[in-house]
T-cell receptor, first 113, second 115 residues
Framework: KAGVTQTPRYLIKTRGQQVTLSCSPISGHRSVSWYQQTPGQGLQFLFEYFSETQRNKGNFPGRFSGRQFSNSRSEMNVSTLELGDSALYLC????????????FGPGTRLLVL | AQSVTQPDIHITVSEGASLELRCNYSYGATPYLFWYVQSPGQGLQLLLKYFSGDTLVQGIKGFEAEFKRSQSSFNLRKPSVHWSDAAEYFCAVGAPPSGTYKYIFGTGTRLKVLA
């Protein structure tokens, strides 16, 4: 089975722009979670989607949003980029039941200049 | 609130030596516990997980972890470290069924292996 894929792998943007990141989960997985990883804050949970519905949300401003499509693929969007949004954004998928393990993609590294 | 503490930011061991990475958690009930490894520029790979049952859990790459409820710990061990084990290791807590599906991660322990 193919793993979690994320596109693009690298992005460079400037302050004020917006960006959309994509995540394709493992086939059959219905839950997709997003995390932000930075050297200062570590790994922080952004949000989780299951069957096209946001099921849980972390403590991030409204500039961070996401959605999930009927094929379970997910996108996250960051509007009005700030320098502090530079990070590795990781997507994880699972079957969706509470006991299921999350499997992570390679991440998208975003640099905001 | 849930929290995870990895007290060691950096650990250096010699190749062939044993390894123990510490993880302490705070949670009101028995959480789901995970160890992940991250190589530079890569995503996270699951090493092992504990949900219930036997408190000694075997994982991939020769790693094991032991859940100790009395100490709120889930330490990762390996009897003999290989140079390829150099990476960053993350302990994570997942909440049992309560409507939440997010993981809380520790700050990570960066492992350096000396030849």
């Amino acid at each position: 089975k193919a793993g979690v894929t994320q596109t693009p792998r690298y992005l460079i943007k400037t302050r004020g722009q917006q960006v959309t990141l994509s995540c394709s989960p493992i086939s059959g997985h219905r839950s997709v979670s997003w995390y932000q990883q930075t050297p200062g804050q570590g790994l922080q949970f952004l949000f989780e989607y299951f069957s096209e519905t946001q099921r849980n949300k972390g403590n991030f401003p409204g500039r961070f949003s996401g959605r999930q499509f009927s094929n379970s693929r997910s996108e996250m969007n960051v509007s009005t980029l700030e320098l502090g949004d530079s990070a590795l954004y990781l997507c994880a998928s699972s079957l969706g039941r509470s006991t299921e393990t999350q499997y992570f993609g390679p991440g998208t590294r975003l640099l905001v200049l | 609130a849930q929290s995870v503490t990895q007290p060691d930011i950096h650990i250096t061991v010699s190749e062939g030596a044993s390894l123990e990475l510490r993880c302490n958690y705070s949670y009101g009930a028995t959480p789901y516990l995970f160890w992940y490894v991250q190589s530079p520029g890569q995503g996270l790979q699951l090493l092992l997980k504990y949900f219930s049952g036997d408190t000694l859990v075997q994982g991939i790459k020769g790693f094991e972890a032991e859940f100790k409820r009395s100490q709120s710990s889930f330490n990762l061990r390996k009897p003999s470290v290989h140079w390829s084990d150099a990476a960053e290791y993350f302990c994570a807590v997942g909440a049992p069924p309560s409507g939440t599906y997010k993981y809380i991660f520790g700050t990570g322990t960066r492992l350096k292996v000396l030849a």
